[in-house]
């Protein structure tokens, strides 16, 4: 595959299925914590910030996600919350959340 391919396929893609703990960490599909990074200049979207497979480009997962993307997933979950929250309501928050994903996911294997 030519890096051109890569870079457009990776821009349009659904992110697929990840963990994040409850430090706000976002793991790659090897486990690991996901590295922090910004595009470069030959990208289209120079400058916006994305999460990444911290072991590309020598063994990488495929996982990628906007940073604007994964912050607005968790938008409506402020860590600032005047209300307390059980471990259990963040438990059920998250198996939601990822059978939210799992149907988007489902989706565009479908498509």
């Avoid at 697929?16 to 706000?24: A, E, H, T, W, Y």
Wanted: net charge neutral; glycine share 4%; hydrophobic share 30%.
């Amino acid at each position: 595959m030519s890096s051109s391919s890569n870079s457009s396929w990776s821009v349009n893609r659904t992110p697929k299925i990840f963990k994040v703990d409850l430090d706000g960490n976002l793991y790659c599909h090897h486990e690991i914590v996901a590295v922090f990074r910004m595009a470069g200049r030959k990208s289209v979207r120079h400058g916006d910030q994305f999460y990444g497979c911290p072991q590309w480009p020598l063994s990488d997962c495929k996982f990628f996600m906007w940073k604007q993307d994964f912050d607005k997933l968790f938008e409506s979950h402020s860590i600032c919350s005047s209300s307390p929250v059980s471990y259990e309501e963040l438990k059920n928050e998250d198996l939601q959340l990822q059978n939210k994903l799992l149907l988007e996911e489902n989706k565009m294997l479908k498509s």
